[in-house]
């Protein structure tokens, strides 16, 4: 069983950043792939970005439009997103979520085997 928390959220004011950190424990951290999730008031889940456990990355182009970076540490069972350039678009909880099957990164929530119990992140303007 793996057990992931979040950390890192909060206020934010517009145009900074603020980075997450997701740790798990509890699995074989080198073989998950990590992603990050994001649900704002009355939308859908979606990927913000994700790592496989080989270092390759994905992302969501769309909402984050190359503002947003990923990456991991496997030393120390973690992987981080940095967010800039932050708008109020981009307040939501931030979920990361572990997938033990698949060596990439996928862009479904239905893939994801263990979820974290999510942060907040509100941008002000």
């Known amino acids: 069983q793996v057990q992931l928390v979040e950390s890192g959220g909060g206020w934010v004011q517009l145009g900074n950043s603020r980075q997450l950190s997701c740790t798990a424990s509890g699995g074989i951290f080198e073989t998950l792939s990590i992603g990050w999730f994001r649900q704002g008031h009355g939308r859908g889940r979606e990927l913000v970005a994700g790592i496989g456990w080989a270092g390759n990355t994905a992302f969501n182009r769309e909402s984050v439009k190359g503002r947003f970076a990923i990456s991991r540490s496997n030393a120390d069972n973690t992987v981080f997103l940095q967010m800039n350039n932050l708008n109020p678009e981009d307040t939501a909880v931030y979920y990361c979520?572990?997938?033990?099957?698949?060596?990439?990164?996928?862009?479904?929530?239905?893939?994801?085997?263990?979820w974290g119990q999510g942060t907040q992140v509100t941008v002000s303007s």
């Open positions: 979520a572990a997938d033990r099957d698949r060596i990439a990164a996928s862009h479904r929530a239905d893939d994801y085997d263990y």
